[in-house]
């Protein structure tokens, strides 16, 4: 089936539906495209909201286990992982339900599928059987998570934030590849809730980029949590065992050495 509409955005994620609604605000017809069911993307699916929701609580789990210090007696205070994790997809679901609603207010018309060109101004939605013609199209199909050499993704001992956000249970110890944002907020969250942590950066301190100040304030809390932090340092092996994984590490005075877990996290 061809149709046609003025602005076509392909991709539901924060700047697609944020384009999308802007159109359909200023009197375009729009069609929006999205291949999840779920529409808003990598942020609010598998990063910035749900990465939150499990902070959120592990900060609160840290509270309350040292709560006696201060005079409260809060005993018996333990984590259910399945808990937690059907808490944090209700926060991403209610989230997604509401990036839809004002879709649907403002007129967006949404279809579910892959769109692939197949000439400049037109598209072919693949399992939605349509074929959309547009005046105006807006690409906004996000990111993917970068792999490695060596440390490619196979979703169980190798892994990416988005599945490090809906493990099927809390791992004893975490290799964290990577020393960005990402990778500090995945790393304070399970050091909260009790997983040993190891960070390797390959640059001089963790959250390049980021200001030095609050760079540092972040940088003297990790020992608090108790992760162990390598900066000037690179992996340059790994291998999977049945336990987990053995990673051999380059050091910043050019020696190497050995961090065995449970799973790698890159976050590169």
């Not at 990063?47 to 210090?69: D, F, N, W």
């Not at 018996?76 to 059907?86: F, I, M, T």
């Not at 399992?127 to 199209?137: K, T």
């Amino acid at each position: 089936m061809k149709r046609k509409a003025e602005v076509l955005v392909i991709g539901g994620g924060t700047a697609g539906y944020s384009a999308a609604i802007r159109a359909a605000k200023l009197g375009r017809s729009v069609v929006l495209v999205e291949k999840d069911e779920a529409l808003g993307g990598t942020c609010l699916n598998r990063g910035c909201i749900p990465t939150k929701a499990l902070l959120h609580a592990a900060g609160l789990l840290r509270e309350l286990s040292g709560a006696r210090k201060l005079g409260i007696e809060a005993s018996d205070v333990s984590l259910s992982w399945g808990k937690l994790q059907a808490w944090k997809d209700s926060v991403v679901r209610r989230l997604s339900q509401g990036v839809r609603f004002l879709c649907e207010r403002n007129g967006v018309e949404l279809i579910r599928g892959t769109a692939r060109f197949v000439s400049p101004r037109r598209v072919r939605v693949e399992g939605a059987d349509v074929e959309l013609e547009a005046d105006a199209v807006v690409v906004a199909t996000g990111s993917a998570p970068v792999e490695l050499p060596g440390l490619e993704f196979d979703g169980e001992m190798v892994i990416s934030s988005r599945e490090a956000l809906s493990l099927p249970k809390r791992p004893e110890r975490v290799l964290i590849v990577g020393g960005g944002y990402i990778g500090m907020e995945l790393g304070t969250f399970f050091a909260c809730v009790g997983t040993e942590v190891v960070v390797v950066e390959l640059l001089d301190r963790v959250l390049p980029g980021i200001d030095p100040e609050l760079v540092s304030h972040v940088a003297r809390g990790l020992p608090q949590l108790g992760v162990e932090v390598h900066t000037k340092s690179r992996v340059i092996g790994l291998e999977r065992s049945r336990g987990g994984i053995v990673s051999r590490v380059h050091g910043p005075d050019g020696k190497e050495f050995i961090v065995e877990a449970e799973l790698a996290l890159v976050t590169v």
